[in-house]
């Protein structure tokens, strides 16, 4: 059964709360979503009554906490449909996972003069990665165009793929546009190349279905606190044939089989790449978020974000002024616009006042900024706890803060 708008509202402590003596309209959950009780409640009750370090306790509490953790990945597996849960590394982030496969799949293959395809709507953290292995193994970074209307241009990426490309890595959906990438037919023909293909899930595991093996993907990344989970905790799909022949990303307890002075072996997958305590309660955590997407209905949330998107767009189209940025066909839950000669970070501060909680600036994707010639954008991001109601405000906000700053 479709939960109501208002069960879903009632789920979130925080949206209770008012901000500058108003409501509080949270539109910047690209950025981080809230968090649903169910989360909060699952972080608490494993503090509470089962927490101890796990994989290696013989005691009760260690075998309950490695059991939880251990559960949390086989969901993550099924919510993105992974062949097997060996193939989920649990990391703090999407950044993390991309570092990983940067300095593990990276180090392995590169040679000077290959190439690493990225594309110009990259957020930094599925950039800088490549520019740092790039930088040590003399490979070159190339860059797939933007069209005007923020679709990736598909002749750019046709141009630019070739033998020499070794791995595509590419955004599932555009945190500055919404747009969301064909990254199916993408990997498809990157592959045609013998390249490796590299998905940042940050943005799409909040509003899509995500099938990995529908894909193809050989890695794909993302963070559980933008899908209503809890900070610190992330995840990196690998198809497990190259998990098992990349080396290592960090040295320590819990990821090898036996050691010596010299010399050591690494533990079977997954924990060959979870060196040190691991994140359990974020796991858990995430594994409360990945509930509540399910009961929730992940279609039902796409519909809901997009008729807000659609809502606001057509908003913004009526008032004078306003350059929408990113106008692809299909998009995710992201409005991101300009207002002529008003700094975006003035209506950012006049919308907070209001209680509204916007994004301005260029939100870690400096080259699409450069792309379209701007500094910044305002940007409203959705998740499926805001309402029509929270768009109508925030559009009488901005005609309230462009009378005052114009
Ligand atoms: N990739 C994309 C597409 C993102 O949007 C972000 C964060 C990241 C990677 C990094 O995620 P992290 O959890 O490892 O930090 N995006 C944003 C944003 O749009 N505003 O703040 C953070």
């Not at 793929?161 to 890595?169: G, H, M, P, V, Y």
Request: glycine share 8%.
């Amino acid at each position: 059964m479709i939960k109501t708008a208002s069960d879903i509202r009632s789920s979130f402590p925080i949206l209770r709360r008012e901000v500058n003596g108003k409501p509080l309209v949270y539109f910047d959950n690209a950025a981080s979503s809230q968090k649903p009780i169910q989360v909060i409640n699952a972080i608490d009750n494993y503090y509470r009554n089962h927490h101890a370090n796990i994989h290696r306790g013989v005691h009760a509490l260690s075998q309950e906490a490695t059991m939880m953790y251990e559960d949390a990945r086989l969901a993550v597996a099924e919510f993105i449909n992974a062949e097997s849960a060996s193939e989920i590394i649990f990391t703090r982030g999407a950044t993390e996972g991309i570092n990983l496969v940067a300095q593990t799949l990276g180090r392995q293959i590169l040679n000077e003069g290959d190439e690493i395809l990225v594309t110009f709507m990259e957020h930094h953290s599925n950039l800088v990665p490549w520019q740092m292995i790039a930088q040590e193994k003399g490979a070159v970074i190339k860059a797939v165009e933007v069209t005007e209307d923020g679709q990736l241009d598909q002749e750019s990426f046709k141009n630019l793929l070739s033998k020499r490309t070794k791995i595509f890595a590419v955004g599932h959906v555009s945190n500055t546009l919404g747009t969301i990438n064909p990254v199916k037919e993408m990997a498809h023909a990157a592959h045609q190349v013998g390249a490796y293909v590299v998905i940042d899930g940050a943005q799409s595991t909040p509003h899509l279905k995500v099938d990995v093996q529908n894909i193809d993907a050989d890695f794909y990344a993302a963070s559980g606190h933008k899908m209503y989970g809890p900070t610190g905790i992330g995840f990196l799909y690998g198809k497990k044939n190259l998990l098992n022949t990349i080396p290592p990303y960090h040295g320590g307890g819990e990821m090898i089989s036996r050691v010596s002075i010299e010399k050591s072996t690494y533990a079977e997958l997954p924990f060959k790449f979870e060196g040190g305590t691991p994140n359990m309660a974020g796991a858990i955590g995430l594994h409360a978020a990945i509930d509540f997407i399910r009961e929730t209905d992940i279609q039902h949330i796409s519909d809901v974000e997009e008729r807000l998107e659609n809502k606001l767009t057509n908003a913004l189209k009526n008032i004078e002024g306003i350059r929408l940025i990113g106008t692809a066909p299909e998009k995710a839950g992201v409005v991101s616009f300009l207002v002529d000669g008003v700094s975006a970070y003035d209506v950012g501060v006049i919308l907070d006042q209001l209680g509204i909680a916007v994004r301005t600036g260029h939100h870690c994707t400096e080259p699409l900024m450069d792309r379209y010639g701007i500094r910044g954008t305002i940007r409203a991001s959705f998740a499926v706890y805001n309402t029509e109601e929270e768009v109508e405000i925030m559009v009488n906000a901005l005609n309230r803060a462009l009378k005052m700053l114009s």
